[in-house]
């Protein structure tokens, strides 16, 4: 990493039909991240993203639509001058099981729209990516409906469990440098 702050964006919907989602487990992540330093979040208006601006640290939760996110992200980057190098989107992964938390840079998008929409605005794939595990749709549900759903009783359970897994690994790679 470069002297830039890192910027670490909770991919989401926005509205509160979306809030409790399985695609909006980014923004999880990215409130566990603000309310350890006490922060909160502000309009950033240039980028059209709720922002907190911490110690060595951004955090950002788009105010676009999953499909769009790249947009915000890249206004961004070019505000605060930071290389996609210093990015950790975070996102909802069907591939990944329920509650595992994985942190990896570059790679490919795995049909995810907001990594999509990311990498084709940053113009690049080679930036960090914090995948939340949300497991596989049951039976043969349309995965694009799964990931819109509610999680169920138990799920929400442990979605601060993963929130806080996933901030602790944002932490480290922030000491790490």
């Avoid at 505000?79 to 938390?101: M, Q, R, T, W, Y």
């Avoid at 990931?147 to 996933?166: N, S, T, W, Y």
Wanted: glycine content about 12%.
């Amino acid at each position: 990493m470069n002297n830039s702050p890192l910027l670490v964006v909770g991919l989401g919907n926005p509205g509160p039909k979306y809030v409790g989602t399985r695609h909006n487990i980014g923004f999880e992540v990215a409130e566990e991240l603000v309310s350890r330093s006490f922060g909160s979040f502000s309009v950033h208006k240039r980028s059209n993203t709720d922002i907190a601006q911490l110690p060595g640290l951004i955090v950002a939760k788009p105010r676009s639509f999953m499909n769009l996110s790249g947009t915000p992200i890249r206004a961004l980057c070019d505000f605060f001058k930071i290389s996609p190098a210093n990015v950790i989107v975070v996102h909802d992964e069907l591939e990944l099981d329920f509650g595992s938390v994985k942190l990896r840079q570059g790679g490919g998008d795995h049909g995810h729209n907001g990594l999509k929409s990311t990498s084709k605005s940053l113009g690049t794939k080679d930036y960090w990516k914090l995948s939340m595990g949300i497991g596989r749709p049951p039976g043969r549900m349309d995965p694009a409906s799964f990931v819109l759903k509610p999680f169920g009783k138990q799920e929400l359970a442990d979605i601060p469990i993963m929130a806080a897994d996933a901030a602790d690994l944002v932490e480290k790679h922030l000491q790490q440098g």
